[in-house]
């Protein structure tokens, strides 16, 4: 089938490389603009840039959607079929409508539940433990398009945002082959999404970082989770503010919220609100590096290593 793939981030990577597996007529990648990154503000290309470069495809990065020269392009390019994955970009209608099997997305969640960008961090964040992805029909409203199918899975205790998008990255590329020989075949069904089950997952912000001890252990421990690469979960240890990156529910406790509980190898107890504790065993120190609790204590005297 004639293709022409939307996509920017890792999570998109997988279903582009499924599709050149398949043997699917790549006619074109459009991806966002490269954009500068880390100190030297090297301008550096998108993952999905990256694959479709190795892999000899034309790549397309038009920073207009809605001026008539991307639709210019899409028509030129003739595709049956448009795959959007984590584009990032809001399409119009009449692009959408121009491929004649229709435009189609992977969405990282089961719709309609959490619409919008950041599905992945939000189950995480309000500790859902069953997640998935949807192939939709792309519609004018955002992620409200019919449903072609959808594939579930677990989210583990201890997993985070990343290593569960690496994962759904998968799944949606398993997702994505089966949808497209249903469409090449003529089989492909649309089932209307229930809009009374309607939740959103709405960008993400610093302002979600800062952990509160008047919290529960588990949520607590599940925001350290969600927020992982990006903006992390932030607490002052030591009079210094830290990112945390790894966290353990702990033991009991009748300490009030917030009281350091013990430290040592293991990392640093501290009590929650709910009567539990948590654990923080990986942090990293404002304009220091990734590190483990431990290393984190050694190099601040004030506490001295109960546990050697």
């Known amino acids: 089938m004639r293709i022409l793939f939307m996509g920017t981030p890792d999570f998109a990577v997988?279903?582009?490389?499924?599709?050149?597996?398949?043997?699917?007529?790549?006619?074109?990648?459009?991806?966002?603009?490269?954009?500068?990154?880390?100190?030297?503000h090297k301008m550096l290309p998108t993952p999905v840039k990256e694959y479709a470069l190795s892999r000899g495809l034309a790549v397309f990065q038009p920073t207009k959607l809605r001026d008539g020269t991307a639709l210019d392009l899409v028509r030129h390019l003739e595709p049956e079929l448009i795959?959007?994955?984590?584009?990032?970009?809001?399409?119009?209608?009449?692009?959408?409508?121009?491929?004649?099997?229709?435009?189609?997305?992977?969405?990282?969640?089961?719709?309609?539940?959490y619409r919008g960008a950041a599905p992945i961090n939000w189950a995480i964040l309000n500790g859902d433990t069953v997640t998935g992805v949807t192939i939709m029909y792309m519609a004018k409203e955002l992620d409200a398009g019919d449903i072609i199918l959808c594939r579930e899975t677990g989210i583990g205790p201890e997993e985070d945002a990343l290593a569960l998008t690496m994962r759904l990255a998968e799944l949606g590329a398993d997702a994505l082959h089966e949808a497209v020989e249903r469409l090449s075949a003529g089989t492909a069904t649309r089932t209307p999404q229930d809009h009374e089950m309607v939740t959103y997952a709405?960008?993400?912000?610093?302002?979600?970082?800062?952990?509160?001890?008047?919290r529960s252990a588990q949520q607590i421990h599940d925001q350290v989770?969600?927020?992982?690469?990006?903006?992390?979960?932030?607490?002052?240890?030591?009079?210094?503010?830290?990112?945390?990156?790894?966290?353990?529910?702990?033991s009991p406790?009748?300490?009030?919220?917030?009281?350091?509980?013990?430290?040592?190898?293991?990392g640093i107890e501290i009590a929650c609100a709910d009567g539990m504790s948590i654990i923080i065993k990986e942090v990293q120190p404002d304009g220091g590096k990734r590190m483990s609790a431990a290393a984190f204590l050694a190099g601040n005297p004030i506490f001295k290593n109960r546990h050697e």
Request: glycine share 10%; with cysteine; hydrophobic share 35%.
């Open 14 to 40: 997988a279903s582009l490389k499924r599709l050149v597996e398949d043997g699917h007529e790549i006619c074109g990648v459009f991806t966002q603009p490269d954009k500068p990154k880390n100190r030297g």
């Open 83 to 113: 795959v959007v994955a984590a584009y990032g970009r809001i399409l119009p209608e009449d692009i959408l409508g121009t491929p004649r099997l229709g435009s189609i997305n992977v969405h990282s969640s089961i719709l309609p539940k």
């Open 202 to 214: 709405p960008m993400l912000s610093r302002e979600l970082s800062e952990i509160d001890w008047n």
């Open 225 to 250: 989770r969600g927020l992982i690469p990006w903006p992390c979960a932030k607490t002052t240890l030591l009079g210094k503010s830290v990112k945390v990156f790894r966290t353990a529910v702990g």
């Open 253 to 266: 406790t009748s300490v009030e919220p917030g009281a350091v509980l013990d430290w040592g190898k293991t």
